[in-house]
Structures are given as C-alpha cells and as structure tokens.
C-alpha cells in the first residue's frame, strides 16, 4: 500500500516512509492512495482480542513490515495496558462506554502511540543519529509520546505545551520525566500556537532534514489508523449498527471513526462533540470554517480552534481534488473563514454539537448520581451530545481519560474525592524539569539545534 499527500505534491511513499515523514514536503497530510473496503473480513472479526484485531487490520496498511515484527510490536504496545481487554467496553443500565484510559498515562492517546513508539524504533533502528520527534500537544498526546519513546535508542522527543493551560496532572506527567532524551517546551500562548509552530517548523524542509525531525501527532497517519482499530472492536460487539460519540478537538479521533466506517465497519452516526471551542461543531451546522478566540475550559484537550487532522476530512469531502483543498485552506489562512458549497452535502454521518462547562459539569454529576460511574469532563462531553440526539442504534461514548487526571472538575460536580489513581498521585512530589519558551519560531528552532542529537 502506498500514500500521499491531500496536497498532491509528493510522489507515492511506502508505509515505513510515512512513519517517518509525518507530515507531507508539501504540507500535506498522509493518506492511502486507496481505502480498502474491510467489510468482507469483519464478520470473521468479530472474535477476536482487540490485539489481535489491531494486527489483522495493521497489516493492511503495513504491508512492508513482517507478520512477526508486527505482531511484536503490537504485543510490546498494549502489555502496558492495566486492563486484560486493553479497551473495555462498559455497560451500565444501557449506557455504553468505551474505556480508552487504561494505557501508561490514562488516556486514549496511548492506544496509538505505543504502537507508534515501537514503530519508530523498529524502523530507525540502526541509524548512527537519531530521530528527533517533535510534537504539540494540549494535554494528552504530550505525555503518551513521551511515554511511547521514553529510554527508546536513537529517539529524543520535543514536546511543545500551553504553559499553565493544562491540567496539573497532565504538565506533570511530561514535566515529571527526567530521561535524557526527552525535552518538554512550556510555550506562553495556545494549543494553537504550539501547533503551528510545529507545523511551521515542519514545513521547513531543509531544517527537518538537517535534524532529522519526525511526527508523533496525530498529523502521522500510524496514529489514526490505530485508532480505527477501535472502532471496528467496538462496533463488531454488537449484533447490529452502532453510533458512537466521541469528544473531539483535533478531529483525528472522529476521523478515525469516519474511516472505520468507510471500509466497511457497522457504523450508523458519529457524534462530533466539542466544548466551546465549536469550530468543527459550527462546521457541519452551516458548511462555514471560521477560527475563533480559544477558550480555555474544563476538557483542556479540546481546547482547540483550528483542527489539524481536519485536512484529510476536506481531502475525501472534494473527491481527493488537492486543488480545491488547497484554495479553501488558503482562503482559510488568509481570511480566517472558509465555506464548502452546497452545506446540505456535508457527509450526513456526522451529528455535530458543541456542549457548555454547565452542562459538562451536570453530566459528570448525573452519570455518578444514575450509573455509579465516574466521567472526566471531556468524556462527559461526549455524553452530554449523545443525548441531545434521539439516535435509534446503540450509542457508545468514548471515555477518553481518567477522570483522575482532572480532579478538580470532577471532584467538584461530584461533591466527593472520587477522582483518584496511585500513578498521578506519586506525581505530586516527583522533580520536574521543563523549559518556558515565548510562541516565537526562531526561539524553539534554536532550542532543537542545540539539543538535538
């Protein structure tokens, strides 16, 4: 299988190659020249052990990586996980949550980005300089990717965040890994901010290949179509089509989902939910892309307002016509705000809302008061969409952290210390170590040259 980029500008590249790209010469995305169509492989499926799923669709996409290495990769990847089904799929009086937090740093990152830490490593292993990854993050993706290459030969990861606009427990499981090759950038601006000087740095070819920068965002297509995995895991246990709702940000986990159902998977509605940060939800309402003021709230993670993994959703919507992508990215970059024609076409599956701190709070104290079960706020997101819609399929909601990584929110609806787990709660009094940078290019280019290996 061989992919390109949604701009149209790069010849054809093997999977091993896009690992390492990340991010398209000409400022693409990566995606598979074709999708294929799964559906006839899924009732045999259907059986098996999330692991062995993730193999059997990897390999689709992998196939320049031996059946063997692959599978040890994945075995290496989810031994981290607590949970002897990886991603339990819980059921409580008629309420459907899919647990992704049960990785090393207690959220759905880490299913893809163990994977993806293996990967790397198999891939670039035997180079006599290293890979140096650099990523952005609001709040999850930075530790999972630290953890996915932390002591890994021949890997030093970069980890831009939004000083102070994390949660205590998210800085602190970057900041409270010491290993020599790992760098966490506090940044004074946004997620946005850090996300396009990533972006910007990335598009600096000669600068990345001099220091030989790769991805760990969810710009690096291993990281999405890992996630696909659980989609068709969670769709295939039930006898029927199912809707899932799933609190987005960046776009990459929905657009997993969107995947999933385009090969094939039994996949009735996606519920697109976001906080205040509605640039996505405002999208699939009126066809209108328009950035807004970031606002900063209880689900951190999704404090977004321009959604990177959004790319490869307009690349399919215009029929794979790079041109197209490109005006309207342009138009984006120029004016702020961009329009698709003809809004009714917008792809149906999708089900958009955007949903308040009020509302989240509530949500967090009613599924503790009814169910006995504990959400973080940006799982309650997604709770608190799906139930704005009367869907007729099951609907599963991704809960995409543990609750003990926000305590304080959760704590507070809840009215009781509810929101615990031994592994942050040794964070506390651990040594940190990062450094603060002001949102200047120039700043965190010279803070990669010097300490790139």
């Not at 499981?173 to 396009?196: A, K, S």
């Not at 169910?371 to 997604?382: E, K, T």
Request: aromatic share 10%; hydrophobic share 45%; net charge negative.
């Amino acid at each position: 299988m061989r992919y390109i980029s949604t701009r149209g500008g790069m010849d054809p590249v093997t999977f091993r190659d896009a690992v390492i790209i990340g991010q398209a010469p000409d400022g693409g995305l990566l995606l598979p020249e074709v999708l294929p169509d799964l559906s006839s492989d899924m009732e045999g499926w259907r059986e098996l052990a999330f692991e062995d799923l993730a193999f059997e669709v990897l390999r689709v996409f992998a196939d320049d990586i031996d059946d063997a290495v692959l599978r040890k990769i994945l075995k290496d990847a989810f031994e981290t996980f607590a949970s002897e089904d990886t991603i339990p799929l819980v059921q409580v009086n008629g309420l459907n949550v899919l647990e992704l937090f049960h990785g090393p740093t207690l959220a759905f990152k880490d299913v893809a980005l163990q994977v993806l830490g293996g990967l790397f490593e198999h891939i670039w292993g035997g180079q006599s300089a290293s890979l140096n990854i650099l990523g952005a993050t609001s709040g999850d993706t930075g530790s999972a990717a630290i953890a996915s290459v932390r002591g890994r030969p021949n890997i030093d990861i970069f980890v831009l965040f939004p000083d102070g606009r994390t949660s205590l427990m998210q800085e602190l499981q970057m900041t409270t890994v010491l290993d020599d090759n790992v760098h966490c950038l506090g940044i004074e601006g946004t997620f946005d901010d850090c996300q396009g000087l990533m972006k910007n740095i990335f598009s600096d070819l000669a600068f990345k290949e001099e220091y030989r920068l790769g991805a760990v965002n969810s710009v690096n297509w291993a990281r999405v179509v890992t996630q696909v995995v659980y989609y068709i895991y969670a769709a295939l246990r039930f006898n029927e089509p199912v809707s899932f709702s799933v609190p987005t940000g960046n776009f990459g986990n929905v657009f997993a989902g969107y995947l999933a159902r385009s090969m094939g998977a039994p996949i009735d509605r996606l519920v697109l939910a976001t906080n205040e940060n509605d640039i996505l939800a405002r999208f699939f309402e009126t066809g209108v892309y328009a950035r807004g003021v970031v606002q900063h709230t209880l689900s951190p993670s999704m404090d977004i307002q321009v959604a990177s993994n959004f790319e490869r959703f307009l690349y399919l919507y215009f029929n794979r016509d790079s041109e197209r992508l490109v005006e309207f990215l342009k138009t984006f970059s120029e004016q702020g705000s961009a329009k698709v024609d003809y809004v009714d076409s917008v792809d149906p599956l999708f089900l958009a809302t955007s949903v308040g701190e009020k509302e989240t709070v509530e949500t967090i104290k009613s599924t503790y008061a009814a169910y006995d079960y504990v959400l973080d706020p940006h799982s309650a997101v997604g709770v608190a969409a799906a139930s704005r819609f009367e869907l007729t399929s099951p609907v599963i909601s991704l809960a995409t952290a543990h609750p003990a990584k926000f305590p304080d929110a959760v704590n507070e609806a809840i009215g009781k210390d509810v929101a615990t787990h031994p592994k942050l709660e040794r964070l506390i009094s651990q040594a940190t170590r990062k450094r603060v940078l002001a949102a200047d290019e120039k700043l965190v280019k010279n803070y990669l040259a010097e300490n790139a290996r």
